[in-house]
């Protein structure tokens, strides 16, 4: 069996926040959906991945980022 992983993006956190300290640049990253993620969208992306729903999944990279690696 292979494991699957979600790959957060610029998340919304407190140590998030304190990243953007150190590089201010980051705050003015453009994010197609227009803002930054929240925990809970991680989460709920983590909890399908652990669902019945996902019993089929394996292998794969789940990435939650608000469309920001589609620009790359």
Do not use: C, H, K
């Not at 994010?31 to 089929?56: C, K, N």
């Amino acid at each position: 069996m292979r494991a699957n992983v979600v790959v957060p993006g610029l998340i919304d956190t407190p140590i998030g926040r304190w990243a953007t300290q150190g590089r201010p640049s980051r705050a003015s990253t453009a994010i197609p959906l227009g803002r930054q993620g929240t925990a809970w969208e991680v989460a709920y992306a983590t909890i399908f991945l652990l669902s019945a729903e996902a019993d089929y999944i394996t292998g794969q990279q789940l990435v939650v980022d608000g469309g920001l690696s589609s620009l790359r």
